[in-house]
């Protein structure tokens, strides 16, 4: 089977599933990431495996459920023994770089019990979530009384603006993502009602193009076969992007909310709770969505001319007959539908994303431009890039299912049933607000093509959709009786895959049926009565056998 030789992994952060044009967004065009979805195969049932940038990447750079690798919020380390994409593509004999962001958070305390040096090869890839790092840029350089949220994002980035001429000691926030008033003064970009401004910089110069530029300085140097994860910080907030993007759409382009007074009015008392965070509250107000949601298509289409430039830079090196292209985001925004902002629950907005996967392979003609509706989750990329690299895809560690079937004709669905999202909000003010202890402030989703269930710890009720008659998931049927058996099925759904045997990772499901009843064959006789009742093979040598008395061997002393 012909493989392709490279893999471009592309991310964008918080982009909605359907703000594309080959999604169905009517305003919003974006020719080039459409052309990529018309050479390929675009899945239109994909899911994260959480609604927060953190433990989503982190299940999709190990190709495990957060349950399984345990880092279940921002910030939170993926612990040492976590493989991930670097270690299972090496092995396959491809290199993984990184151009961009990860969120990962290195679990110090565990490579200074391994004696793992951060400046050495091996520790420099466990710090940096297996990748070799061509650059790292976060994209977040927030500062506050308590000082930056992270001193090492934007860095080379900011580096690069100041030798531009962009003199700040945050260019990052004062430049790329602040407008800028006719007295001088910045008009910064977290504040909500400044959306609309342009930010005070060259279009060239902003976040986007930059990073575009160096996954093109990566791959121009790059020996083969190669993955690079070239993952972008946008359209993520601060909502604010340069001329000429910052006025291209208005009120006029912003869908309709999608939302409704009796939603809110009987909401769940977990998701009333997430309705009234300040972020949700502001996104309830007209003015915001009427700042904010024309300046996230600003920063799309800003995106998708940027993908036009990779591409083109693709074609024109030859790159595009044999590199895969993948591209997805890490969740989506809700933008104010269901009477909230920001990502943190489980409506498709914020938990289903756009997945297109270009093969250059031959034996991907066949599917080229289709539309796949196959439950797919974000685990199911790593597979996915291990088989494409020639390797042997390890079930054992690997939750997820290679795509390649799909893609090549093979198949039309993944063989699974329904798919998993979580949600630890134990670090986060909504715990506090609801009371919670840390062992309730965590979130379930099970959903199949028809039925999607929420489950919240703590003793509430489950939350249930219809997806099939309820498309846009106004109306919770977690306390209907009439669904009683439906919640049950879900439930079972849930509880089996909390069952799998997730932490048995160190030995393959071929070397465990290897095992079965080899310590009869070293000796372990268990359960026989009489040495005839087994094999002679297997007690050989226990039998015909001499000794001496014991009381021979140890006379008791003389008097």
Known sequence: MARPKNILFIMFDQLRWDYLGCTGHPHLTTPHIDALAGRGVRFSRAYVQSPICGSSRMSTYTGRYVHSHGASWNGIPLKVGEMTLGDHLRQAGMSCHLVGKTHMRADAEGMARLGLEPDSLIGARVAEC?????????????????????????????????????????????????????????????????????????????????????????????????????????????????????????PGDILPVNRSQAEFDTAHPVLKTFMSTRIGRAFSEARVREAVIPAYMGLIKQADDQMGRLFAWLEQTGRMDDTMIVLTSDHGDFLGDHWMGEKTFFHDAAVKVSLIVYDPSPEADATRGTVCDALVESIDLAP????????????????????????????????????????????????????????????????????????????????????????????????????????????????????????????????????????????????????????????????????????????????
């Open 384 to 559: 996915t890039f291990v088989e494409a690299a020639g390797g042997t895809v390890p079930g054992h560690i690997l939750e997820g299912r290679s795509l390649l079937p799909i893609l090549r004709g093979h198949a039309t669905e993944t063989g699974r049933e329904h798919v998993i999202c979580e949600y630890d909000y134990s670090a986060s003010p909504v715990a506090e607000m609801l009371n919670a202890n840390l062992r309730d402030a965590v979130m379930f989703m099970v959903a199949t093509k028809r039925w999607k269930l929420i489950h919240c710890e703590g003793g509430y009720r489950p939350i249930l959709f219809d997806l099939e008659s309820d498309p846009q998931e106004l109306t919770d049927l977690g306390d209907s009786a009439d669904h009683a058996d439906v919640i049950a099925e879900m439930y079972g759904r849930l509880f089996a895959w909390a069952r799998r045997p997730s932490q048995r990772t160190t030995r393959s499901e071929a070397q465990l049926v290897e095992m079965r009843g080899k310590s009869g064959r070293r000796g372990v006789v268990l359960g026989i009565y009489d040495e005839n009742d087994a094999p002679l093979e297997l007690t050989v040598k226990y039998r015909g056998r001499k000794a001496r008395p014991w009381s021979e061997i140890r006379r008791p002393p003389e008097d």
């Open 130 to 250: 297996g990748f070799d790092v061509f650059e790292r840029d976060d994209g977040m350089l927030p500062e506050g009384p308590d000082g930056s949220y992270d001193p090492d994002g934007a860095r080379q980035f900011n580096a690069d603006l100041r030798a531009k001429g962009y003199e700040s000691d945050n260019p990052w926030h004062d430049f790329s993502n602040s407008g800028l008033d006719a007295a001088g003064n910045v008009l910064s970009g977290w504040f909500l009602k400044n959306a609309s401004e342009a930010a005070n910089i060259a279009e060239e110069d902003s976040e986007t193009p930059y990073l575009t530029g160096r996954g093109i300085d990566f791959m121009a140097q790059a020996q083969g076969p190669w993955c690079c994860h070239l993952s972008y910080i946008k359209p993520h907030w601060p909502y604010i992007v340069p001329a000429p993007y910052h006025d291209m759409y208005g």
